[in-house]
T-cell receptor
């Protein structure tokens, strides 16, 4: 069965520190997509990145970077030089792409990041 | 493009009452999803539509829940005879589904409180 585990419930850092959010997933499918979403206090889920299972190239986008490793079923997210505005709940999510394409996202429980000044 | 919109943003009701929520997806998005999020948890899938057809329903969607997307545009989610356990954030997402591509964009949610 699909499962996403975000072991870190809460993380607190001081501005300008780097922080890594962990995500471990389980799936029986060979084709799947992984996502990170951010949920600020306003409540709206904001899409950050999508990765497919056949593309293990890691990516850097500004202060954000992602580390996808199929061997360990992990899809970790790093914020470099964190800012107060990064404070939010971050969700990792999985979507399988088998014969029943278009299935729902399976979310982890989220990691609450608090960045203080 | 305007984003996904949901109405109302907040709803307080008494146990036993019926409530209806509306979701307007991003224009021309053919897939629309409903999720429920309780405090401290990630969103959980309820149901989704491709155009006007409801293609999948979660076991979380009890008989008291019904969803429609009559013209393949906006969707409504109705909860009949609300219970306190229905208190949650109800999220709507939409996507323009193409083969092997499916990023869901979420609305701001409707927060339901059942007294």
């Amino acid at each position: 069965a699909q499962k996403v585990t975000q072991a870190q419930t809460e993380i607190s850092v001081v501005e300008k520190e780097d922080v890594t959010l962990d995500c471990v997933y389980e799936t029986r499918d060979t084709t799947y997509y992984l996502f990170w979403y951010k949920q600020p206090p306003s409540g709206e889920l904001v899409f950050l990145i999508r990765r497919n299972s056949f593309d293990e190239q890691n990516e850097i986008s500004g202060r954000y970077s992602w580390n996808f490793q199929k061997s360990t079923s992990s899809f970790n997210f790093t914020i470099t030089a964190s800012q107060v505005v990064d404070s939010a709940v971050y969700f990792c999510a999985l979507s399988e792409r088998g014969d029943q394409a278009g299935t729902a996202l399976i979310f982890g429980k989220g990691t609450t990041l608090s960045v203080s000044s | 493009d305007t984003g996904v919109s949901q109405d109302p943003r907040h709803k307080i009701t008494k146990r036993g009452q019926n409530v209806t929520f509306r979701c307007d997806p991003i224009s021309e998005h053919n897939r629309l999803y409903w999720y429920r999020q309780t405090l401290g948890q990630g969103p959980e899938f309820l149901t989704y539509f491709q155009n006007e057809a409801q293609l999948e329903k979660s076991r979380l969607l009890s008989d008291r829940f019904s969803a429609e997307r009559p013209k393949g545009s906006f969707s409504t989610l109705e909860i009949q005879r609300t219970e306190q356990g229905d208190s949650a954030m109800y999220l709507c997402a939409s996507t323009q589904y193409r083969q092997r591509t499916d990023t869901q964009y979420f609305g701001p949610g409707t927060r339901l409180t059942v007294l």
